[in-house]
């Protein structure tokens, strides 16, 4: 089978998996049943029945049958995963910590655990335990030596108002209009994601045009955070009922323009700029005073891009450091030029240096 992105495939994730190319998406999500094991009806204090998760494509014979299902599905998930794919994995206690292992034991690398704690979530109507207010996603490399995974940190600050991302997440669950309703105007799917996790998760580990691939599909929130976000996206889900009411939610969505889709870049992602480079390109030159933020401190600029302070020498995070007396320095945002309106960082030339390498 070729990879047609935008597709729904229904059928069994497991043999749709294997009948796909192999190393052909770059991020998998997938929020696979939970193995609730209820024993029993659930029930409100006023004897009303609590709509739970019992449909037949949740339970299984015992733990060991959940076990080879989850290592068959993350096998057929890493074969198609490119290499420097990731995968993102959510459950709650019933079933999380088994697929926590299972991941280890196929081969994959975790990265980060992270828990969605629910801002409205369902209460414990028997009061016999804790309300259970969070799920627990997991975040894997394809493997331990996966150093090239994507991880967007820069748009995740941004995204929190820059402060950096933790790996707790307050989000309110899937209610009101986003909720998809069936022929009756009854939920259709009891277990749907609200798509702000779901746009957390594609913005942090994606770019533009990335192919997503939900083997556990239900009724389409991948897709549909993938439509909005400019991804490309494979369905999997093995109830035309749910894949039916996916295709019409997604068609519904409008994509916007890829110039609106762009995030915070890394600087990691830039060109590597040394210090003499700035002074090759005559930016700055030989003999030329760079001072600190304050004026305190200054450093004479040396042909081969090294900085002088007083009788020593060195590179300009070596010499920002001994003027700071501390251990390490960012030489190119502590080292300041002075402009017509005050002082400003050497950064400012490494900037112009990498606009005009970039063309």
């Known amino acids: 089978m070729s990879l047609t992105p935008d597709k729904i495939l229904i059928g069994d994730c497991i043999e749709q998996m294997n009948a796909l190319p192999e190393k052909s998406v770059d991020l998998v999500f997938a929020d696979p049943p939970y193995n609730l094991q209820l024993g029993g009806d659930l029930l409100r204090p006023?004897?009303?029945?609590?709509?739970?998760?019992d449909d037949h494509w949740d339970q299984f014979a015992s733990f060991e049958a959940y076990d080879q299902f989850?290592?068959?599905?993350?096998?057929?998930?890493?074969?198609?995963?490119?290499?420097?794919?990731?995968?993102?994995?959510?459950g709650s206690y019933h079933n999380i910590f088994r697929v926590g292992?299972?991941?280890?034991?196929?081969?994959?690398?975790?990265?980060?655990?992270?828990?969605?704690?629910?801002?409205?979530?369902?209460?414990?109507?028997?009061?016999?335990?804790?309300?259970?207010?969070?799920?627990?996603?997991?975040?894997?490399?394809k493997g331990r030596g996966s150093r090239r995974y994507r991880?967007?940190?820069?748009?995740?600050?941004?995204?929190?108002?820059e402060v950096q991302m933790r790996s707790d997440w307050a989000l309110p669950i899937c209610s009101g209009e986003e909720r998809v309703k069936d022929a009756n105007g009854q939920k259709a799917h009891p277990t749907q994601k609200p798509e702000a996790?779901?746009?957390?998760?594609?913005?942090?580990?994606?770019?533009?045009?990335?192919?997503?691939?939900?083997?556990?599909?239900?009724?389409?929130?991948?897709?549909?955070a993938a439509r909005r976000l400019g991804r490309r996206f494979i369905g999997i889900e093995r109830e035309p009922e749910y894949a039916a009411l996916a295709e019409a939610r997604i068609a519904k969505i409008v994509p916007v323009a890829p110039s609106e889709l762009d995030v915070t870049g890394s600087k990691k992602d830039e060109p590597r700029v040394p210090f003499g480079q700035i002074v090759e390109a005559g930016l700055l030159h030989p003999g030329d005073t760079l001072w600190c933020p304050k004026?305190?401190?200054?450093?004479?600029?040396?042909?081969?891009?090294?900085l002088a302070v007083g009788e020593l020498t060195g590179s300009i995070h070596k010499m920002g450091a001994i003027a700071q007396s501390q251990p390490a320095c960012n030489g190119w945002t502590y080292w300041h030029i002075r402009t017509?309106?005050?002082?400003?960082p050497i950064d400012v030339l490494r900037a112009k240096v990498r606009a005009e390498m970039a063309g």
């Not at 006023?46 to 998760?53: G, I, L």
Request: net charge positive; glycine share 8%; charged share 25%.
């Open 197 to 224: 996790l779901l746009h957390r998760v594609l913005l942090a580990s994606t770019e533009v045009g990335d192919v997503v691939l939900d083997p556990f599909f239900g009724v389409g929130t991948t897709g549909a």
């Open 340 to 344: 017509d309106k005050g002082l400003a």
């Open 295 to 306: 004026g305190k401190h200054k450093a004479r600029v040396r042909a081969d891009g090294s």
């Open 46 to 53: 006023d004897n009303s029945k609590v709509d739970a998760v």
């Open 151 to 161: 991880f967007n940190y820069d748009a995740m600050k941004m995204a929190n108002d």
């Open 101 to 141: 292992r299972s991941l280890q034991d196929t081969g994959y690398w975790i990265l980060n655990d992270v828990v969605w704690r629910k801002a409205n979530p369902m209460p414990n109507f028997k009061g016999t335990r804790f309300t259970n207010a969070h799920e627990t996603l997991i975040w894997a490399a």
């Open 70 to 90: 989850t290592n068959a599905w993350l096998l057929a998930a890493r074969r198609v995963l490119k290499d420097d794919g990731a995968l993102w994995v959510i």
